[in-house]
């Protein structure tokens, strides 16, 4: 049995009937946003302390060629043309919607036109929390999104760029080996490239492990909160 969750001092019995709600799907972590949306934003942290001035910035969501409601989220600035885009790749159990977005507004008041995507199953986007069934398939869903955007007529000629951040520069790596024309460079922050040697379990459990998630590919195997 669960543990049970603590009430929150000070909190109305809305946003703790959030708190307490598994978060497995998307229609309880686009909730879960909406209630702490001013409590990020009011975080005392440089990255949520960058101004908006002079920025166009828009988010949305958009079905891909799965059906799949992919939440997007973009920065652009207002009074000229991008010089170039950037592409941001989140990592595991990330979204783009918490610490990049002051690095994207940052790199946004530089003059750059970015975008973010929260992966199918991360963040905002449909899909079960951190459930990754195919990783290529993962990649050649953001190679979709990614295309649109790069297709559209006031971008076609600017240079784009990808940052992937931890299991986002696994991502971006892929990427740019499927599309090597398609990219003019990438920014690695801490990226996932492997599995150190010395962190490795034996191979007895690593192949346990990967069998019994073929079988039980969606099972909750470890507590369900920390």
Same mark, same amino acid.
Request: proline letters at 6%; one cysteine or more; a neutral charge.
């Given at each position: 049995?669960?543990?049970?969750?603590?009430?929150?001092?000070?909190?109305?019995?809305?946003?703790?009937?959030?708190?307490?709600?598994?978060?497995? #799907?998307?229609?309880?972590?686009?909730?879960?946003?909406?209630?702490?949306?001013?409590?990020?934003?009011? +975080?005392?942290?440089?990255?949520?302390?960058?101004?908006?001035?002079?920025?166009?910035?828009? #988010?949305?969501? #958009?079905?891909?060629?799965?059906?799949?409601?992919?939440?997007?989220?973009?920065?652009?600035?207002?009074?000229?043309?991008?010089?170039?885009?950037?592409?941001?790749?989140?990592?595991?159990?990330?979204?783009?919607?918490?610490?990049? #977005?002051?690095?994207?507004?940052?790199?946004?008041?530089?003059?750059?036109?970015?975008?973010?995507?929260?992966?199918?199953?991360?963040?905002?986007?449909?899909?079960?929390?951190?459930?990754?069934?195919?990783?290529?398939?993962?990649?050649?869903?953001? +190679?979709?999104?990614?295309?649109?955007?790069?297709?559209?007529?006031?971008?076609?000629?600017?240079?784009?760029?990808?940052?992937?951040?931890?299991?986002?520069?696994?991502?971006?790596?892929?990427?740019?080996?499927?599309?090597?024309?398609?990219?003019?460079?990438?920014?690695?922050?801490?990226?996932?490239?492997?599995?150190?040697?010395?962190?490795?379990?034996?191979? +007895?459990?690593?192949?346990?492990?990967?069998?019994?998630?073929?079988?039980?590919?969606?099972?909750?195997?470890?507590?369900?909160?920390?």
């Amino acid at each position: 049995m669960a543990p049970s969750i603590a009430k929150l001092a000070g909190v109305s019995t809305d946003v703790q009937k959030i708190v307490e709600a598994k978060m497995d #799907e998307a229609p309880a972590r686009r909730r879960a946003r909406e209630a702490f949306k001013d409590v990020q934003l009011s +975080i005392d942290h440089c990255l949520f302390k960058m101004p908006t001035q002079g920025l166009k910035m828009d #988010e949305r969501y #958009e079905k891909n060629s799965r059906g799949l409601e992919i939440f997007t989220k973009t920065w652009l600035p207002e009074s000229s043309s991008p010089k170039a885009l950037v592409f941001f790749c989140h990592g595991y159990g990330d979204t783009c919607t918490f610490f990049f #977005e002051g690095m994207a507004r940052k790199l946004a008041s530089a003059g750059y036109g970015v975008h973010a995507m929260d992966y199918p199953g991360f963040g905002l986007s449909d899909g079960l929390h951190g459930y990754i069934p195919s990783f290529d398939r993962l990649v050649d869903d953001v +190679i979709e999104q990614y295309s649109k955007i790069k297709e559209k007529p006031e971008f076609e000629n600017l240079r784009s760029f990808l940052f992937g951040q931890s299991m986002g520069g696994a991502v971006a790596l892929k990427m740019h080996l499927k599309q090597p024309k398609a990219w003019d460079g990438a920014v690695l922050l801490a990226p996932m490239c492997k599995i150190a040697d010395d962190m490795y379990p034996p191979f +007895i459990v690593t192949q346990f492990l990967i069998t019994l998630a073929k079988i039980f590919p969606q099972s909750t195997m470890v507590a369900e909160r920390d």
